[in-house]
């Protein structure tokens, strides 16, 4: 009988090594893993990732490079929706991994797998993100989850792996790191305990200049396009570029606390130069250039937008009308921003774009009124009033 095909979404991690041995060896199947790559991996761990794989028992593996794509589809859309959770956290790893399972979707249906694999507790937000963009993108194709179902501890898990000739280092560390393009996830440690914050030694990059610095920034319709002046065809290449500024001063660095998908409080650290420098510059050249119901608006539905990305909603097929009202807005959003970077910090400077809607020929506020005069002031501040004076009059005893 010809062996049925599964797909292993792997990470290299204990739970999807153990995936892989065990779907092979114990269930005979015909293991494919798969590594969905969305900017987090470097070259030498894929290598050592295909290399393990096969030790494994995998008959396949290959990397699914997804990094341009989760460009296109949600980054730039979380930039012109200055997009963060609670106003805190920049949606990192909740965003990555609709396109990771995506991309593990797409490629079990182009093998013709009869099932894919992870390996997400029963604990997390993951396991739904996962479940459900397979029901949705490989409807029919079973899903198979060993260390959930099985409720297995690391311990059951490393024992099989080593009783079976695998032999890796799988030692528990105090903190436990999701690394990605668009920012670092830290959980474990202090993290379980709300009295406490990270210390330094929990974070990967640390503070290595002491300041000030002046970053630039250039945007084209909302799109961040130069570093510096230092202009970037692909959009990517900028991220990274402003991620190795910033995290040289350990900005970006937080806690977010907030509600998990299955409804308990979650909590993790993390650390994010670029995307807290981008998207905080992107906001500044914002209030410079849209009207105040453009920016009104937009934060309606961006915070939507965020909501339902780490939410699991991605596939919601009003996603694709938020993200074409997210577009529309930043049609006059172009400019260099400035930003003074010091340690742990950075503040925003000022703005030079042909859209700065603060030089008008109306006024300067504050300053000079040039497009009406004192009578005209006092007669749009009275009419304004009119609501106001209409009420306290008929209910004088309410004035306070």
């Known amino acids: 009988m010809e062996k049925k095909k599964v797909v292993v979404a792997f990470s290299g991690g204990l739970d999807t090594s153990y995936t892989v041995m065990y779907l092979a060896k114990e269930k005979g199947y015909e293991v494919y893993a798969a590594c ?77 797998a009869s099932a894919i694999a992870h390996g997400s507790t029963g604990a997390g937000n993951d396991q739904i993100r996962f479940d459900m963009t397979f029901l949705v ?49 830290i959980c474990g440690g202090e993290i379980l305990d709300s009295t406490q914050g990270l210390p330094e030694c929990a974070y990967l990059k640390h503070a290595t200049k002491e300041g000030p610095e002046l970053l630039k920034l250039g945007f084209e319709k909302g799109e961040l396009k130069s570093v510096n002046g230092k202009t970037y065809e692909d959009p990517i290449a900028a991220i990274q570029a402003v991620e190795e500024i910033g995290a040289a001063y350990g900005i970006g ?55 339902f990305l780490h939410e699991s909603q991605y596939l919601e097929p009003v996603m694709p009308d938020i993200e074409a009202m997210l577009e529309s807005s930043q049609r006059n959003v172009t400019g260099v921003v400035t930003l003074e970077l010091r340690p742990l910090m950075f503040q925003t400077i000022g703005v030079d774009s042909l859209n700065d809607l603060v030089k008008n020929k109306l006024g300067e506020y504050g300053e000079t009124a040039k497009a009406w005069s004192s009578d005209d002031a006092k007669g749009f501040i009275k009419v304004s009033a009119t609501a106001l004076r209409a009420y306290y009059l008929a209910h004088p005893d309410e004035r306070k």
């Open 36 to 112: 969905a790559n969305t900017g987090g991996f470097s070259a030498e761990q894929l290598k050592q990732n295909e290399e393990n794989a096969y030790k494994l028992g995998a008959k396949e593996y290959v990397t699914l490079d997804v990094t341009r794509e989760y460009y296109d589809k949600s980054i730039r859309y979380m930039v012109y929706g200055n997009v963060l959770r609670n106003n805190c956290y920049p949606i990192s790893v909740s965003s990555e991994r609709i396109f990771q399972a995506m991309a593990i979707a797409r490629y079990a249906n182009e093998i013709g």
């Open 137 to 185: 993108m490989a409807p029919g194709v079973e899903i198979i989850t060993l260390t959930r179902d099985g409720n297995l501890t690391r311990q059951e898990e490393v024992d099989y792996l080593n009783k079976n000739g695998y032999f890796a280092d799988f030692t528990k560390l105090k903190y436990s790191y999701n690394v990605g393009l668009w920012g670092t996830s």
């Open 253 to 307: 660095r937080d806690c977010h606390v907030g509600d998990t998908i299955i409804g308990i409080k979650g909590r993790v650290g993390f650390e994010a130069a670029a995307p807290m420098l981008i998207i905080g510059a992107h906001r500044f050249l914002e209030k410079y250039t849209l009207s105040k119901w453009q920016q009104y608006w937009k934060d309606q539905v961006s915070n939507w937008y965020g909501m």
